[in-house]
């Protein structure tokens, strides 16, 4: 499985973006689902994920509230709609998918078999 993500930029504080992450190679329509985020001299963190029944999972109340993480099984592609942006939401984003990935790991960077390269995301204040 190769993984593609794409649509970040620069944009000034309460802009929007959408991240989109296309598979190829097989379809992901079973996978676990999820976007990590990684700033300079930071660790990899989780954002948003959606689990192998549907379930969509977000780190924290704040990116429940104005990010939201989808998936078109048709185009193969994880979507990640972030609104309401903040300059502490700059980092490099990954998409990742895992076909076993369990429930309760949807969290864990570790649990992940397949991995894109990476979109810089830059919020301006």
């Known amino acids: 499985v190769q993984l593609q993500a794409s649509g970040g930029g620069l944009v000034q504080a309460g802009g929007s973006l959408r991240l989109s992450c296309a598979a190829s190679?097989?379809?992901?329509?079973?996978?676990?689902v999820a976007w990590f985020r990684q700033a300079p001299g930071m660790e990899r963190n989780f954002v948003a994920g959606i689990n192998r029944s549907g379930g969509k999972i977000y780190a924290t109340d704040s990116m429940k509230g104005r990010f939201t993480i989808s998936r078109d099984t048709a185009k193969n592609t994880v979507y990640l709609q972030m609104d309401s942006l903040r300059p502490d939401d700059t980092a490099v984003y990954y998409c990742a998918a895992g076909p076993s990935v369990i429930s309760s790991n949807v969290r864990n960077r570790n649990a992940y078999a397949y991995w894109g390269l990476g979109t810089q995301v830059t919020v301006s204040s």
């Open positions: 190679g097989r379809t992901i329509s079973r996978d676990a």
